[in-house]
Nanobody, 125 residues
Framework: VQLQASGGGLVQAGGSLRLSCAAS????????VGWFRQAPGKEREGISY??????FYAASVKGRFTISRDNTKNTVYLQMNSVKPDDTAVYYC?????????????????????WGQGTLVTVLQ
């Protein structure tokens, strides 16, 4: 299984960007995906998760970011609106096989089976 994160780039504060996470080598849609990010000098943090009819968001992005999935394309998206300079980070997607995670576990990085390589998002003032 390989995950390919893409869609990062430069964006002005207040603008929008859509990240994609494409899974290959995985023929089932029985998986869930989390988006994480790591800002310069900070630890990697979970920001959003999509399971089977279940989504979670970190407080820092709730109301601005929307996660979605297209099982026909084995792709998960992260729509980022009203971005802020604090959103500058490398964004990673991670895949976990199987059932939904719950609110207390989706941020735990060790719960995921596969990781993408990351895509850099830079938000300009």
């Amino acid at each position: 299984v390989q995950l390919q994160a893409s869609g990062g780039g430069l964006v002005q504060a207040g603008g929008s960007l859509r990240l994609s996470c494409a899974a290959s080598g995985f023929t089932s849609d029985y998986y869930t995906v989390g988006w994480f990010r790591q800002a310069p000098g900070k630890e990697r943090e979970g920001i959003s998760y999509i399971g089977h009819s279940r989504t979670f968001y970190a407080a820092s992005v709730k109301g601005r970011f929307t996660i979605s999935r297209d099982n026909t394309k084995n792709t998960v998206y992260l729509q980022m609106n009203s971005v802020k300079p604090d959103d500058t980070a490398v964004y990673y997607c991670a895949l976990r096989r199987g059932n939904n995670m719950i609110a207390s576990t989706w941020r735990q990085q060790e719960q995921y089976d596969y990781w993408g390589q990351g895509t850099l998002v830079t938000v300009l003032q």
